[in-house]
């Protein structure tokens, strides 16, 4: 039997138990969702690194009740030396994707946290830096049982570059071998950097000895980022995309991320009028898959930096734009595929608290281990988010000093006509606004549990981490006749061996209702919780 978990006195959702326990000790300590999350989000970049880490990035939902949505862009641009020239001068026709050279772009997630702090600070948030990072100091220091998919993937990515990368094996190898599960991994160094951020402040990590230090590393090991890099940067507040449904509205984030996909695929799958009983049916699966290719043409013309962008986003969500692409979609027939297709490893979490302050939110170093480049005497992992930058001046994201780079992460949140308010997300790169989408509609439109959305067997059209092949996969729980279905109407078909496959990511939700319940779920997929006080 599927349980959804509930409370009355806050709640946090994370894909590893530990951050979730620290989201609701800070929630237990009076502390608000935003502060419960910064505590999260800086445990669970120890607890979990082949997934994410501070030198990666950041996105940002928040809600206050009575208030629109907030939403913070924490995405650090290329460095002023990162040109095409650079890497043609070493030789190179494309950005390598691990090492000092996919190491690229400026780290945003820090500066995230610091701009949610300032929300924080007109709630009356007060718990301070030392309280918010102590369970992160002291898990990197102390050290945590290593995870089996962080086991895994260390294994399997080792020869992938990872292990040529600059102080990856000294921090995430234990004996010069790949941990196994369970067995304990300390990072010191990492602990001592967290530890000089809570005593210093979060802005220290770019306008500080910190970043110095890191810009001072990046350099040596031929990064093109620079101190001038780090401390030219602050994450910002930025308007969220939204898209209006029968009963609620449903926010992400703009450009450079692909927010706009999952708001897109919600709104075409809105007008098929796909009947609440057919849940879990060949209309469902079908009508979300083709409202998909359908967002991610969109999504693969426009979405790049947002001060680049082609056109305008919300003009694709309006009624008439929705209304017209809806109408191309073929109830019987699948559209012929594939098109290009984006890998990324993230985590996302959630924090619901007891005033119904809500936060949605997601973390990432793009692949696993993301550069690999762990800088030496502070313990941060670099993302490689800059790989997603063609060295081709005409390209969509053409590679450019201080251009932002596509983005897979897009955290989102619903607030419902009847007083709802349900942060949701997950991991999974190309894979997240399609798992997004049938968490929605499982719970908002077919009445399943929240625990039962999220537990569901799960598809994916198109790449993710840890896939190369563009087909339409589906965990082996889908009923033969479905699978039978889907491919007699032209969809590639590829059942995974798992019926719970990593390959979906790893998704949560959390849903506050008007009278202050709060219901949670956490993916089975993954090491997370719901924890609750």
């Given at each position: 039997m599927?349980h959804?978990?509930?409370?009355?006195g806050?709640?946090?959702?994370a894909p590893h138990?530990?951050?979730a326990?620290?989201?609701?000790?800070?929630l237990r300590?009076?502390?608000?969702a935003?502060?419960?999350m910064?505590a999260a989000?800086?445990?669970?970049?120890?607890?979990y690194p082949?997934m994410?880490?501070?030198g990666?990035?950041?996105?940002w939902?928040?809600?206050?009740?009575g208030?629109?949505?907030v939403a913070i862009e924490?995405c650090?641009?290329?460095a002023q030396a990162?040109?095409?020239?650079?890497?043609?001068d070493?030789g190179l026709g494309?950005?390598?994707?691990r090492?000092p050279?996919?190491?690229?772009?400026?780290?945003?997630?820090?500066?995230?946290?610091?701009?949610?702090l300032?929300?924080s600070s007109?709630?009356?948030?007060?718990l301070g830096?030392?309280r918010l990072l102590a369970?992160?100091i002291?898990?990197a220091r102390?050290g945590?049982?290593?995870?089996?998919s962080q086991a895994?993937?260390?294994?399997?990515?080792l020869?992938?570059?990872l292990?040529?990368?600059?102080?990856f094996?000294a921090?995430f190898?234990?004996?010069?071998?790949?941990?196994?599960?369970g067995q304990?991994?300390?990072?010191p160094a990492?602990?001592?950097?967290l530890?000089h951020?809570?005593?210093r402040?979060l802005?220290?990590?770019y306008?500080?000895e910190?970043g110095?230090?890191?810009?001072a590393?990046?350099?040596?090991?031929?990064?093109?980022?620079?101190?001038?890099?780090?401390?030219a940067y602050?994450a910002?507040?930025v308007?969220?995309?939204?898209?209006r449904?029968?009963d609620?509205?449903?926010?992400?984030?703009p450009?450079?991320t692909?927010?706009?996909?999952?708001?897109m695929i919600?709104?075409l799958?809105?007008?098929?009028?796909v009947?609440?009983?057919?849940?879990?049916?060949f209309a469902h699966?079908h009508?979300l898959?083709?409202a998909t290719k359908r967002?991610?043409r969109?999504?693969d013309?426009?979405?790049?930096?947002?001060?680049?962008?082609?056109g305008?986003?919300?003009?694709?969500l309006?009624?008439?734009?929705?209304?017209?692409?809806?109408a191309?979609i073929?109830?019987?027939?699948a559209?012929?595929w594939p098109?290009?297709?984006?890998?990324?490893?993230t985590?996302?979490?959630?924090?619901?608290d007891r005033e119904?302050?809500a936060?949605s939110?997601?973390?990432?170093?793009?692949?696993?281990?993301?550069?690999?480049t762990?800088l030496d005497g502070?313990?941060?992992c670099?993302?490689?988010?800059?790989?997603?930058f063609s060295?081709?001046?005409?390209?969509?994201?053409?590679?450019e000093p201080?251009r932002?780079?596509?983005h897979t992460?897009?955290?989102?949140?619903a607030?419902f006509d009847d007083g709802r308010?349900?942060p949701?997300?997950?991991?999974?790169?190309e894979g997240?606004?399609?798992?997004?989408?049938?968490?929605?509609t499982r719970?908002?439109r077919?009445?399943?549990?929240?625990?039962q959305a999220?537990s569901?067997p799960r598809?994916?059209l198109g790449?993710?981490?840890?896939a190369?092949?563009?087909?339409l996969?589906?965990?082996?729980?889908?009923d033969?006749?479905?699978?039978r279905a889907l491919?007699?109407a032209?969809?590639v078909?590829?059942?995974?061996g798992?019926?719970?496959?990593?390959?979906?990511?790893h998704?949560g939700?959390?849903v506050?209702?008007a009278?202050?319940?709060?219901?949670?779920?956490?993916?089975?997929?993954s090491d997370?919780?719901?924890a609750?006080v």
């Open positions: 599927i959804t978990l509930r409370a009355y806050g709640m946090a959702v138990h530990l951050a326990q620290a989201a609701r000790d800070v300590d009076g502390g608000n935003v502060e419960a910064v989000a800086s445990t669970i970049a120890v607890v082949h994410n880490a501070i990666g990035d950041g996105f939902l928040i809600h206050e009740p208030q629109a949505p924490a650090g641009p290329a990162a040109t095409p020239g650079f890497y043609r070493q494309a950005i390598p994707a090492g050279l996919a190491a690229l772009t400026v780290a945003g997630t820090v500066g995230g946290w610091a701009r949610a300032e929300v007109r709630w009356g948030g007060a830096l030392p369970p992160a002291g898990h102390e945590v049982a290593v995870t089996a895994g993937l260390t294994r399997a990515k020869g992938d570059g292990g040529d990368a600059p102080g094996a921090t190898l234990v004996d010069g071998e790949p941990p196994k599960p304990r991994l300390r990072q990492l602990a001592d950097t530890q951020l809570a005593t402040g802005d220290d990590f306008r500080g910190i110095a230090r890191m810009g590393a990046l350099q040596r090991v031929g990064s093109p980022v620079t101190a001038a890099d780090l401390a602050r910002r507040f308007e969220p995309l939204a898209v449904l029968g609620s509205t449903v926010y992400n984030l450009p450079p692909q927010g706009l996909s999952t708001l919600l709104g799958f809105e007008r098929l009028g009947a609440a009983d057919q849940g879990e049916s699966v009508g898959v083709e967002a991610f969109v999504r013309r426009l979405v790049t930096d947002p001060d680049r962008l082609p305008d986003p919300r003009a694709h309006t009624p008439a734009a929705l209304d017209a692409l809806a191309d073929d109830p019987q027939r559209l012929p098109e290009p297709s984006r890998p990324g490893d985590i996302w979490m959630g924090v619901v119904g302050r936060v939110f997601i973390q990432s170093v793009y692949w696993e281990f993301g550069s690999g762990v502070l313990g941060v670099w993302q490689n988010r800059g790989t997603s060295l081709e001046p005409a390209a969509l994201n053409a590679l201080g932002k780079p596509f992460l897009n955290p989102s949140l607030l308010v349900m949701f997300g997950t991991m999974g790169g997240q606004p399609q798992t997004q989408a049938a968490l929605f719970y908002a077919f009445g399943q549990g929240l625990q999220v569901a598809w994916l790449r993710t981490w840890g190369s092949s563009t087909s996969k589906l965990e082996s729980r889908f033969a006749g479905l699978v491919a007699d032209g969809h078909v590829e059942v995974l798992d019926a719970f496959s990593d390959t979906m990511g998704a939700a959390l506050r209702h009278d202050g319940l709060i219901e949670g779920a956490a993916d089975p997929r997370g919780a719901v609750a």
